[in-house]
């Protein structure tokens, strides 16, 4: 396929820069927001009956004017089907130092530890033309947090090592406090980043410390929710996918088989494998909550249809025409045009069941983004 096929116009005003929420005006005029992650929308593409959802079902069956919910996707799952989630956590990667003698504000955005020892690490630095090799950066007015330009690594990367002197997980500590939730290019450009964001822009299962942006998925899901979905008999299995940034690195070539992702690193533990592959045995659904946990599924689903232990890298690229060899319903958001995210979400639910899917979406409201609404597409 083209990249051109999946381009379409999508209003600055439906990108979503927050989560689902209300707001208050406080007795002062001051404005609050709840937040209600489960509250976004939920459109079900039904790729076999070759239909698409959005309303509320009345007694009799027929369309209401209510647009179906996040919530609601507890009525296309039975008991005893499994979900997939993605429990990597996200670590305040997005600093602001100043460049020593200039005082010229550098925006630094941390992607891995290197060594744990020298206190290296790999970054990305804006701007880029104003760092070089030997630059000092430093975060605090007065405080010890200072680091080192050592390498150039791409045209905005560097290595830098950091150079203060304490115990490593004290200098974690230290390093997370000055930093900021990453949230992506599209939300920071229109506003900064604010307090919830480290809560908001994190799901409420994450516990392997290691992404640099959100699985955007598992966002949606609420203590609520699962509690609900527990009731029902659902499964949970978790893997990790520490999920980088190469999903918004845009496509530069027209003919997708030419493009090259960005690596991530996945772990599938045992548990995770046995949970799943005792549910296809069963001849139920396994659900993959997010195209981080497709891709990561993809990569280590055996020719028997069965999910095998993982823990390496991987930089598979899923586009239409793709056969899944594992899952058989996925939950994804509305992406932005011409990205990686919308074009897995195509290969599962066919392209042009998607496209129009999309269209109704531009259509019709729909947020998109890591903040906005989400699509189901069961196997059905």
């Not at 005029?29 to 039904?46: A, I, K």
């Not at 230290?174 to 939730?181: D, I, V, Y």
Request: aromatic fraction near 12%; glycine fraction near 6%; hydrophobic fraction near 35%.
């Amino acid at each position: 396929m083209k990249l051109s096929q999946f381009r379409f116009k999508l209003p600055e005003e439906q990108v979503a820069l927050y989560p689902p929420h209300r707001t208050f005006k406080n007795e002062d005029g001051t404005e609050e927001r709840v937040f209600s992650r489960d509250q976004s929308r939920l459109m079900v593409v039904h790729r076999k009956r070759q239909t698409i959802e959005m309303f509320r079902k009345d007694a009799d069956g027929n369309d209401t004017d209510q647009f179906l919910t996040f919530r609601d996707l507890v009525n296309y799952f039975d008991e005893g089907d499994t979900f997939i989630f993605n429990d990597t956590k996200v670590f305040p990667a997005r600093l602001y130092g100043t460049k020593e003698k200039t005082d010229a504000q550098i925006e630094v955005f941390l992607l891995r530890e290197l060594n744990e020892e020298l206190r290296l690490w790999d970054v990305l630095v804006e701007p880029a033309r104003k760092i070089r090799i030997g630059n000092k950066l430093f975060f605090e007015e007065d405080g010890p947090m200072v680091a080192e330009v050592i390498d150039n690594t791409t045209s905005r990367g560097r290595t830098l090592r950091f150079l203060y002197d304490c115990e490593h997980e004290e200098f974690k500590r230290e390093l997370f406090a000055l930093g900021e939730a990453p949230l992506p290019r599209y939300i920071v450009d229109r506003r900064p980043a604010d307090a919830d964001d480290m809560e908001n822009f994190q799901t409420i299962f994450a516990r392997n410390e290691g992404a640099v942006t959100a699985p955007a998925t598992g966002l949606h899901f609420s203590r609520e929710l699962m509690k609900m979905m527990e009731i029902r008999g659902f499964n949970f299995a978790y893997l990790t996918v520490h999920c980088g940034l190469g999903c918004f690195d845009p496509i530069e070539v027209e003919d997708l088989t030419k493009h090259k992702m960005g690596s991530e690193q996945v772990i599938i533990p045992d548990e995770c494998c046995r949970l799943v592959n005792e549910t296809k045995e069963q001849g139920r659904r396994v659900c993959a909550v997010g195209v981080s946990t497709a891709r990561a599924t993809e990569s280590s689903v055996g020719t028997d249809g069965m999910l095998k232990p993982f823990d390496s890298w991987t930089n598979k690229f899923i586009f239409p025409p793709y056969d899944f060899g594992l899952s058989n319903a996925l939950i994804a958001n509305f992406y932005h045009p011409e990205s990686t995210m919308m074009m897995l979400t195509a290969a599962f639910g066919g392209y042009e069941l998607i496209y129009e899917a999309y269209e109704l979406a531009v259509k019709n409201g729909y947020m998109f983004g890591c903040y906005g609404d989400a699509l189901l597409i069961p196997d059905d």
